[in-house]
């Protein structure tokens, strides 16, 4: 007995909650000229869904906004990049003339110590002296 009242109960509630949901709300529009006013009846869940869908779309704009100042960002810094790579590439390829040329000149580079001792100096050596 006991929980049939309380399904009732329950079912009673989401009855009322489902009418509630689906009343009609009527909603007009009375224009200044003399045209005849608009009538719009929209149940009351269709206002909730749409204030939802409109927080929705609002939030995704926004997030889409961010993320495309971001994508700015990124795209200036990536440029900025690219031309380093660029000078860093050709400073790389005269480096490399060069060293064609050394050795050409029958210049060596004398390999670094492996003493584990830190140094920058190399060590050029020629087959005249002119380099000590």
Same mark, same amino acid.
């Given at each position: 007995?006991?929980?049939?009242?309380?399904?009732?109960?329950?079912?009673?509630?989401?009855?009322?909650?489902?009418?509630?949901?689906?009343?009609?709300?009527?909603?007009?529009?009375?224009?200044?000229?003399?045209?005849?006013?608009?009538?719009?009846?929209?149940?009351? !869940?269709?206002?909730?869904?749409? !204030?939802?869908?409109?927080?929705?779309?609002?939030? *995704?704009?926004?997030?889409?906004?961010?993320?495309?100042?971001?994508?700015?960002?990124?795209?200036?810094?990536?440029?900025? *990049?690219?031309?380093?790579?660029?000078?860093?590439?050709?400073?790389?390829?005269?480096?490399?003339?060069?060293?064609?040329?050394?050795?050409?000149?029958?210049?060596?580079?004398?390999?670094?110590?492996?003493?584990?001792?830190?140094?920058?100096?190399?060590?050029?050596?020629?087959?005249?002296?002119? !380099?000590?």
């Amino acid at each position: 007995m006991l929980k049939k009242g309380l399904r009732e109960c329950g079912l009673r509630k989401v009855k009322r909650l489902l009418q509630k949901a689906f009343t009609p709300i009527t909603i007009m529009l009375i224009p200044h000229s003399d045209g005849r006013p608009l009538r719009f009846k929209i149940p009351s !869940i269709g206002i909730l869904l749409s !204030i939802v869908l409109w927080v929705t779309g609002m939030a *995704y704009v926004f997030h889409t906004a961010v993320n495309t100042a971001e994508y700015n960002k990124m795209k200036i810094k990536l440029n900025y *990049y690219s031309s380093q790579f660029l000078e860093l590439r050709s400073t790389m390829y005269t480096l490399r003339e060069t060293e064609s040329e050394l050795a050409n000149k029958e210049i060596f580079i004398s390999p670094l110590p492996r003493d584990g001792l830190p140094t920058d100096i190399l060590l050029l050596h020629t087959a005249t002296g002119l !380099i000590p």
